[in-house]
């Protein structure tokens, strides 16, 4: 099993550009979940999906900020446009919903938006 | 509303010495509760987890962790510290019914050698 991959690992960009952030959930995994983290604010979950279907976008910080999950096996954070207080490490986690509740997190992308 | 509170932001112990990360939960039904430890520069990572049975679990790397009832609280311990213990660690109670879980700000753990 190859866990969760996210790409890129790293990014660094200019103010005003668009940023696409990606994520491969666990095969069979049906829950999907971004979050921020950074120095100031933690550990902040941005969304969640369940079978596809945002069921949570309520710590999205603004329109800026959008995410999709066209399939199982895909997800997308895109930041447009991105400012420097989006820099922070984005990670997306799965899991499978109605058991124990375990998450399993990708490695996360660093973004850096100059 | 699930909430979970770790009280302590920093602890610092010596290479050897035994620790205790603390952590209080508030959730309505049995929970299902999490540590997770955050190396520098990488993602979450399970150490271990509680839903029924045996209220003390083991982990990997040498922890467990007590799950209290009467307190609320799931702290986690380990008997002798290593340098490479060194990290954040982070408690959470999941709502199963969701696959949504509630995380606490994290207790960065420093080890002195």
């Known amino acids: 099993d190859a866990g969760v991959i996210q790409s890129p690992r790293h990014e660094v960009t200019e103010m005003g550009q668009e940023v696409t952030l990606r994520c491969k959930p666990i095969?069979?995994?049906?829950?999907l979940f971004w979050y921020r983290q950074t120095m100031m604010r933690g550990l902040e979950l941005l969304i969640y999906?369940?079978?596809?279907?945002?069921?949570?976008d309520s710590g999205m910080p603004e329109d800026r900020f959008s995410a999709k999950m066209p399939n199982a096996s895909f997800s997308t954070l895109k930041i447009q446009p991105s400012e420097p207080r989006d820099s922070a490490v984005y990670f997306c986690?799965?899991?499978?919903?109605?058991?124990?509740?375990?998450?399993?997190f990708g490695p996360g992308t660093r973004l850096t938006v100059l | 509303a699930q909430s979970v509170t770790q009280p302590d932001i920093h602890i610092t112990v010596s290479e050897g010495a035994s620790l205790e990360l603390r952590c209080n939960y508030s959730?309505?039904?049995?929970?299902?509760l999490f540590w997770y430890v955050q190396s520098p520069g990488q993602g979450l990572q399970l150490l271990l987890k509680?839903?029924?049975?045996?209220?003390l679990v083991q982990g990997i790397k040498g922890f467990e962790a007590e799950f209290k009832r009467s307190q609320s609280s799931f702290n986690l311990r380990k008997p002798s510290v290593h340098w490479s213990d060194a990290a954040e660690y982070f408690c959470?109670?999941?709502?199963?019914?969701?696959?949504?879980?509630?995380f606490g700000d994290g207790t960065t753990l420093t080890v002195k050698p």
């Open positions: 959730y309505g039904a049995t929970p299902y």
């Open positions: 509680y839903f029924s049975g045996d209220t």
């Open positions: 095969s069979g995994h049906n829950s």
């Open positions: 999906f369940n079978n596809n279907v945002p069921i949570d």
């Open positions: 986690a799965s899991s499978l919903a109605g058991t124990s509740g375990e998450q399993f």
């Open positions: 959470a109670v999941a709502n199963t019914n969701a696959g949504k879980s509630t």
